[in-house]
T-cell receptor, first 113, second 112 residues
Framework: GENVEQHPSTLSVQEGDSAVIKCTYS??????FPWYKQELGKRPQLIID?????GEKKDQRIAVTLNKTAKHFSLHITETQPEDSAVYFC????????????FGTGTLLAVQP | EAGVTQFPSHSVIEKGQTVTLRCDPI?????LYWYRRVMGKEIKFLLH????????ESGMPNNRFLAERTGGTYSTLKVQPAELEDSGVYFC??????????FGSGTRLTVV
């Protein structure tokens, strides 16, 4: 069935370092890949997304890369700050943003000051 | 604009009881989704409404779960009777056609 694997499950970095979270999806028909950030006790918030017609997208300190051949996509956070600490979820969806999302299991990122 | 609102934020019920969760989507969002995160695992899809119609209910775990969206506005998710394994955080999300989903803060359900 449809499945998204996410690694690592926990990640601890020093403030200012980069953080990378990787996901692999199984459904080759997936064409929309959002990333959500969930701070403790708050709602998951969309931080960046990428569609299958591009290989990379950047928004300030956050970037996402997509390798459709390998069915991999990754989140890159540069110059990490303590406020980046949260659980990050990757997800994949068929037929664009409207369809259901298949989520990864989440990565707990801790940025040490 | 106001965000996606969910009620209650927390609910503790006994096994066998009934619980109804409510979601108020962002005004104008025709798409409404229910998701659930159980025991720190992945967030799993339950179902998708387009206006008042169920577009996809492939994620509903069993017939103890009933979702409605009368009039295409707010939605309710009823669990009857609740079992221990139903414990988790239930998220609602909404979106306009073709756009990304905005999530609510979730309802934490604990069945004891």
């Amino acid at each position: 069935g449809e499945n998204v694997e996410q690694h690592p499950s926990t990640l601890s970095v020093q403030e200012g370092d980069s953080a990378v979270i990787k996901c692999t999806y199984s459904d080759s028909a997936s064409n929309y890949f959002p990333w959500y950030k969930q701070e403790l006790g708050k709602r998951p918030q969309l931080i960046i997304d990428i569609r299958s017609n591009v290989g990379e997208k950047k928004d300030q300190r956050i970037a996402v890369t997509l390798n459709k051949t390998a069915k991999h996509f990754s989140l890159h956070i540069t110059e990490t700050q303590p406020e980046d600490s949260a659980v990050y979820f990757c997800a994949a969806s068929r037929s664009g943003a409207t369809n259901k999302l298949i989520f990864g299991t989440g990565t707990l990122l801790a940025v040490q000051p | 604009e106001a965000g996606v609102t969910q009620f209650p934020s927390h609910s503790v019920i006994e096994k066998g009881q009934t619980v109804t969760l409510r979601c108020d989507p962002i005004s104008g969002h025709d798409n409404l989704y229910w998701y659930r995160r159980v025991m720190g695992k992945e967030i799993k899809f339950l179902l998708h409404f387009v206006k008042e119609s169920k577009q996809d209910e492939s994620g509903m775990p069993n017939n103890r779960f009933l979702a409605e969206r009368t009039g295409g506005t707010y939605s309710t998710l009823k669990v009857q009777p609740a079992e221990l394994e139903d414990s988790g955080v239930y998220f609602c999300a909404s979106s306009r056609i073709g756009q990304g989903k905005t999530f609510g803060s979730g309802t934490r359900l604990t069945v004891v």
